[in-house]
C-alpha cells in the first residue's frame, strides 16, 4: 500500500497535503474529509462521478476493461457456475458457503417467503391498473410496520434477520403485485422448490391446473437475477447506503432504493428499452431515424441500454445476455425479430462516431427485456425484477455500512448561488 500523498497549491503559493487511499483494485482515493479545515474550500462533483462515498469489499467494476466483481469473483463465472441463493450468501458473508452453510442459508430463507396476510389485503387497496412498481415501494416500506421484533439496527441478530426477510419475501411481493395488477389470485411460496422455481410457480401458477415450467426458462431467469444482484455504488445502492445512513431501518432503506431504481436513467431503462426497440418496429421510426435523434442535443431522447457512468466498454452482463438471447430464444419462443432488430441497432450505434467517441456500448439493460418478454414477464414488471434480483446487494450495503467504523450520516455540502442576505420588506 503505498502512502502517496497529493499537495493542494492554491495563487498564493499556500500548500496543503492529502493522504491518497490505496484499495486492493481501481483508482487510489485523495481523502479530503480535512479539506475545508485545511483550505477553507469543499469539492464540487455533481453526480459525483469522481467522488469515492464509502470502503467496500463487496463489488468491484473495472470500467476501461469491462470487468465485474462479486467479493472477487468475475461475474461471468458466477453467471455460470452458481445459483442466485449462493450469490445472496456470498455477497452477505463475503465467501462461497460450505454445504452446510448453505442448507443452513437456504433454511433461513424459506422460513421467511410467507407475508403476512394483510399485506394482501394492503396490496388489493391499489387500483387494478397502479404501476408494480408504486406497489413494491410502497408494500416494502410498509414491511416494517410488521416486523417490529427486528428493526434494533443496533442488533446484528435483528439486521441479519431483516435482510434474511428482504430476500426471501421480495419474490413473493414481487408475484403479488402482478398477480394483483392481472387480476389473479395470489399464490402462496411452497418451500419445496428452490428460490426461482418458487417465484415463477407464484408468478404464474393457477389454482384451476397443475403448473410447470422449463428448465430453461428457469436457468435463463436464474441468470438474470445473479447478473442484476449487485453493481457498486449505483444510484439505488447509494440511496439505500444515505437513507440507512440516517438510522433508517431495512425496510425504509430498502424501498428508498426501490425508488431510485424506478427512474428511467437507472432501472427503468429495461422497460424503456423495449418501447425504443417497440417504437422502431411498430411506429415507422429507423435505427437512423432513432439514433439521430439520440445524437440531437435539442432532443432529451437518449439511446436506452447504451452507455454508462463507470463502463467504458461492454458491460460484461450486457454479453452474457445477448449469449442468453443466442441460445434460448428458439427454445423460449421469444421474440427474434426483437432481438434481430436490437442487434442490428447495437451494429449500427457501435460503427457510429458520436457514439464510439463518447464510449457507449450496451449496458445491462439493452438486452434484458428481450430474455424477460420470452419468460412472459410483461413489461411493466421488469424493473420489478431488477428490484427483486438487486434487494441482496442493497442489504449487502447496508449491513456492510453498519460495520464500517468510519461510518457517519451522510451529509453532502453545495454551492450556493441564490440571493445574498437580504431583510423582509418593510
Ligand atoms: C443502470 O450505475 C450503475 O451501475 C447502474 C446499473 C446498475 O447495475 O445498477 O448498471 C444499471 O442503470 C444501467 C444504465 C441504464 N440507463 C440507460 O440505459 C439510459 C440511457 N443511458 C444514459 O442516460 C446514460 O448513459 C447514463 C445515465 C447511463 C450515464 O449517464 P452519465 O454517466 O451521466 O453520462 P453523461 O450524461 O455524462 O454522458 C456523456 C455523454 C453526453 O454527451 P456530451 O454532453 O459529452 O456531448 O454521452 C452522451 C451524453 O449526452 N450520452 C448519451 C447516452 N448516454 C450518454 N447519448 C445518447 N444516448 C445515450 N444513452
Known amino acids: 500500500m503505498t502512502n502517496r500523498i497529493f499537495t493542494l497549491t492554491d495563487q498564493d503559493g499556500k500548500s496543503s497535503e492529502f493522504a491518497v487511499q490505496e484499495g486492493t483494485h481501481g483508482p487510489g482515493c485523495i481523502s479530503i474529509s480535512d479539506l475545508y479545515a485545511k483550505t477553507g474550500c469543499f469539492t464540487y462533483d455533481p453526480g459525483f462521478g ?5 470502503k467496500s469489499s463487496i463489488s468491484f467494476i473495472n470500467g476501461e476493461e469491462g470487468i465485474l466483481l462479486h467479493r472477487g469473483y468475475p461475474i461471468d463465472q458466477l453467471a455460470e457456475k452458481s445459483s442466485y441463493l449462493e450469490l445472496c450468501y456470498l455477497l452477505l458473508n463475503g465467501e462461497l458457503p460450505s454445504e452446510t452453510e448453505f442448507a443452513e442459508f437456504d433454511s433461513s430463507i424459506k422460513l421467511h417467503t410467507m407475508v403476512h396476510e394483510n399485506i394482501r389485503d394492503f396490496i388489493n387497496g391499489f387500483r ?3 404501476h408494480p412498481m408504486a406497489m413494491l415501494v410502497g408494500t416494502v416500506g410498509a414491511l416494517s410496520s410488521f416486523y417490529h421484533d427486528s428493526l434494533d439496527i443496533s442488533n446484528p441478530e435483528h439486521r441479519q434477520t431483516s435482510a434474511h426477510r428482504l430476500i426471501a419475501k421480495l419474490p413473493t411481493i414481487a408475484s403479488y403485485c402482478y398477480r394483483h395488477h392481472r387480476g389473479l389470485p395470489f399464490m402462496y411460496p411452497d418451500n419445496n422448490l428452490g428460490y426461482v422455481d418458487n417465484f415463477m410457480q407464484m408468478m404464474f401458477s393457477v389454482p384451476a391446473q397443475d403448473y ?3 428448465s430453461t426458462a428457469a436457468r435463463a431467469l436464474e441468470v438474470m437475477m445473479i447478473l442484476h444482484a449487485d453493481h457498486e455504488q449505483n ?3 447509494s440511496t439505500v447506503r444515505l437513507a440507512g445512513s440516517s438510522g433508517a431501518n431495512p425496510f425504509a432503506s430498502i424501498a428508498a432504493g426501490i425508488a431510485s431504481l424506478w427512474g428511467p436513467a437507472h432501472g427503468g431503462a429495461n ?3 423495449i418501447n425504443m426497440l417497440d417504437s422502431i418496429y411498430n411506429s415507422g421510426e429507423t435505427i437512423e431515424t432513432t439514433i439521430a435523434r439520440a445524437k440531437d442535443k435539442n432532443d432529451p431522447f437518449r439511446l436506452m441500454g447504451f452507455g454508462h457512468r463507470v463502463y467504458k466498454n461492454f458491460d460484461p452482463r450486457a454479453k452474457i445476455i445477448a449469449g442468453l438471447c443466442h441460445e434460448l430464444l428458439d427454445e423460449l419462443g ?3 425479430p426483437m ?3 436490437a442487434l442490428e441497432l447495437e451494429q449500427a450505434t457501435l460503427a457510429d462516431d458520436y457514439f464510439k467517441e463518447r464510449r457507449l456500448y450496451p449496458n445491462v439493460d439493452f438486452y434484458s427485456g428481450i430474455i424477460l418478454r420470452a419468460l412472459n414477464i410483461p413489461m411493466n414488471m421488469f424493473t420489478v425484477m431488477f428490484a427483486m434480483a438487486r434487494t441482496v446487494g442493497w442489504i449487502s450495503h447496508w449491513l456492510e455500512m453498519h460495520h464500517d467504523p468510519e461510518f457517519r450520516i451522510g ?3 453545495q454551492i450556493y448561488i441564490g440571493h445574498a442576505k437580504r431583510d423582509y420588506p418593510g
Open 50 to 54: 469522481a467522488t469515492g462515498s464509502c
Open 128 to 130: 387494478y391498473d397502479a
Open 212 to 214: 410447470k415450467h422449463s
Open 235 to 237: 444510484a439505488s445502492t
Open 271 to 273: 422497460e424503456a428499452v
Open 334 to 336: 421469444g421474440d427474434q
Open 339 to 341: 432481438f434481430d432488430l
Open 411 to 413: 451529509r453532502p455540502r
